[in-house]
Structures are given as structure tokens and as C-alpha cells.
Nanobody, 123 residues
């Protein structure tokens, strides 16, 4: 497992942008699939975006064209650039990592998780 620490959450208005960052330590970062999930109050944790160790990227349909995931293997970080934020993007955002992910949308495949960072979008 790797240790993950998210940062960058906050309170913004609809239409604003925010950039989340996740710093990893304790593993060979470049070999991990990294992902972002989110969980709103009363809802299940849902997939947002993932980037595999070889660069393949997937975004959830709900964020395509607005959010972009990226990674920096030299810095052991994965970022989520969020543009055109909507009130429905309000949630706790979690960073996740695993070396053997098959279905990136399945949160059960990840064995390392950060503590989460709150993103609140006011309308």
C-alpha cells in the first residue's frame, strides 16, 4: 500500500475552478493506477477519474469536458483539475491507488485511500 494525502478542496461558486492534488508516499508510484472518487452526503462513493500507470485515462461521463486528471511521476502526485463546477459536484473527494486495477470505476479494487478533501460548490 501507499500513503495518500489529498489537498486543494474548498468552497467555491458555481462556474469556478478548483484543483485537487494527491501526494503519494511509501510505494513505487509510477506503477500504480491512480484515481479520484467522490461521495456526497447520503450517496454512494462514485468514480470520477482514473489514470493508469502507463497513461491511459478515463473520466466519468458526469465530469467529461470539465475535469481533467493528470499525474507527475517525478513528484509522486496526481491532480484533478475541475472547471465549470456545479452544485452537484459538491462532495468529499478521495484519492485512491492500486497496482492491479482491472475496472477503474470499481472502488473495491483499490487498497489505498486518502482521508478525503471537501469540495463545496454554492449555486
Amino acid at each position: 500500500q501507499v500513503q495518500l494525502v489529498e489537498s486543494g478542496g474548498g468552497l467555491v461558486q458555481a462556474g469556478d475552478s478548483l484543483r485537487l492534488s494527491c501526494a503519494a508516499s511509501g510505494g513505487t508510484f509510477s506503477r500504480y493506477t491512480m484515481a479520484w472518487f467522490r461521495q456526497a452526503p447520503g450517496k454512494e462513493r462514485e468514480f470520477v477519474a482514473a489514470i493508469r500507470w502507463y497513461g491511459n485515462i478515463q473520466h466519468a461521463d458526469s465530469v467529461k469536458g470539465r475535469f481533467t486528471i493528470s499525474r507527475d511521476n517525478a513528484k509522486n502526485t496526481v491532480d484533478l483539475q475541475m472547471n465549470s463546477l456545479k452544485s452537484e459536484d459538491t462532495a468529499v473527494y478521495y484519492c485512491a491507488a492500486d497496482r492491479t486495477v482491472v475496472f477503474v470505476e470499481n472502488f473495491g479494487e483499490y487498497d489505498s485511500w486518502g482521508q478525503g478533501t471537501q469540495v463545496t460548490v454554492s449555486s
